[in-house]
């Protein structure tokens, strides 16, 4: 069960790691979902910017795998997984500085759409509400 336990908390990690690069495309959908959004793009940052913080992910997994007697992941997700993996270790700060590009990107176009809704405010049988004057 620990095997499986362990697989199902490595596949969440890699959708939280999508979600984070691109969930603020999904915002462009769901308005709502930009809170969410903002909670996971801040808590990678703050994984990122304070190494000694573990992703609660990775301790889940790690658990895991001490229950099968593998040991902790060496070096962690990230290094374990994506660096040198699905792409070279040298193209780290390059791979990093698009993923940032992706969420600047999103939330622009979260804010663009923010203010095209208030600026241009519809009824609810779909008509525009038109200013008086």
Do not use: K
């Not at 190494?51 to 099968?68: H, I």
């Not at 593998?70 to 070279?88: A, K, M, R, S, V």
């Not at 969420?103 to 008086?132: M, N």
């Amino acid at each position: 069960m620990a095997q499986v336990l362990a697989t199902v908390t490595a596949a969440v990690h890699f959708l939280a790691l999508a979600y984070i690069g691109l969930g603020g495309f999904v915002a462009w959908r769901w308005p709502r979902s930009i809170l969410v959004h903002v909670f996971f793009a801040g808590w990678g940052a703050v994984v990122i910017a304070f190494p000694s913080m573990p992703c609660p992910l990775t301790v889940a997994e790690d658990y895991f795998r001490n229950q099968q007697g593998l040991g902790d992941l060496p070096g962690g997700f990230n290094e374990y997984y994506i660096y040198g993996t699905l792409f070279p270790e040298n193209l780290t700060t390059l791979v990093g500085g698009f993923a940032l590009l992706l969420v600047v990107v999103s939330y622009v176009g979260v804010y663009l759409q923010w203010r095209h809704r208030r600026l241009h405010p519809q009824t609810p049988g779909g008509g525009e509400l038109r200013a008086a004057g």
